[in-house]
Structure formats: structure tokens, C-alpha cells
């Protein structure tokens, strides 16, 4: 019972414990021997072996209790850090994201207003009229392009707007 009791000292108040549990267990394996050598029997030679072999077991469990507690002491030490890596990263990672929709928010828009005035003004040119066959393919070519660019333009910006929580579905 004597080294589960030391292993208990140990676990549960630390190794400080252990300066008071030591005195007492010593005492208790004190008297064991002092009793086998007033009993002066030949038995007495076991119980005096069996008492240092119980002695070394308690020795045994106490350092491997500390080999243990220190890995467990280790490995929480290692998950707080990972822990608080792992938080950095998310709040770096939110930041980033953060100033990307701002960022292509600000140049969508900025581009957008003069591509919108060329679509214009190629539209006033089509409706006017008065051009070549291959002037008018050709600002033809310019619409449609404008306007797949256009469309893009805008769903960077939506995309945006939801990165952000500024669109509310209905």
C-alpha cells in the first residue's frame, strides 16, 4: 500500500508532497525492520529484503510518475501553444480577407465607371450610325467585350458584398 500512497502524494500535491510522505514511509519501513530484528528469527532476513525491494518499488513508481506528469505537462504545453498559433492565424486570416473585399470592392468600382462610359459611347456610335461594314464588327466587338467585362466587374462586387455581409437574401 506504502508506494500507491507515495504515488498518490505525488499525483495529486506534487512533488513538494513528497517531503512530508518520505519521513513517514521511512518510519513505517524503520519499524518493519526494527520488528524483524527483535523478532531475531530467520524470517526476520526476508522481511528486511522484502522491505528495501518495497522501498526500490516506490522509488520505481514515483520517478515514473514524474516522467509521466512531466510528457502530460509537455504535450499541454505544446496544445496551448498550437492553440494560440491556431488563433493568429484565424485572426491574420480574417484581416487579409477583410482588406481583399475592401480592396476589390474599391477598384471594382473604379473601373467600372469608365468602362461604363466607353459602352456608352459605343452605343451613342451604333445608334448614330453611318459606319463601315468592318467599323461596325468591329464596335460591335468592342460592345460585347465590354459587356462580358462588365458582367464580371459585377459579380467581383457581389461576391465582395457577401464576403463582407452586405447582402441580406430574401
Not at 500512497?5 to 518520505?22: D, E, H, K, T, V
Not at 516522467?67 to 504535450?75: C, G, P
Request: aromatic letters at 6%; hydrophobic letters at 50%; proline letters at 4%.
Amino acid at each position: 500500500y506504502l508506494p500507491c500512497i507515495l504515488l498518490g502524494f505525488y499525483q495529486f500535491w506534487g512533488p513538494r508532497s513528497l517531503y512530508a510522505a518520505l519521513p513517514v514511509v521511512g518510519a513505517a519501513f524503520a519499524g518493519v525492520i526494527a520488528l524483524a530484528d527483535i523478532a531475531d528469527t530467520p524470517a526476520a532476513y526476508p522481511l528486511v529484503t522484502h522491505s528495501v525491494a518495497l522501498m526500490l518499488a516506490c522509488i520505481w513508481l514515483i520517478s515514473l510518475a514524474a516522467v509521466f506528469r512531466s510528457v502530460q505537462k509537455l504535450a499541454e504545453s505544446q496544445l496551448r501553444q498550437a492553440n494560440a498559433d491556431q488563433a493568429a492565424a484565424l485572426s491574420s486570416s480574417r484581416a487579409a480577407q477583410r482588406a481583399k473585399s475592401e480592396f476589390l470592392a474599391n477598384v471594382g468600382h473604379e473601373v467600372r465607371t469608365p468602362l461604363n462610359g466607353m459602352l456608352g459611347m459605343a452605343d451613342v456610335m451604333h445608334q448614330v450610325g453611318g459606319l463601315s461594314p468592318d467599323q461596325d464588327e468591329r464596335l460591335q466587338l468592342i460592345r460585347d467585350s465590354g459587356a462580358t467585362l462588365l458582367e464580371l466587374l459585377n459579380e467581383i462586387l457581389d461576391q465582395s458584398k457577401i464576403e463582407t455581409g452586405q447582402v441580406v437574401a430574401e
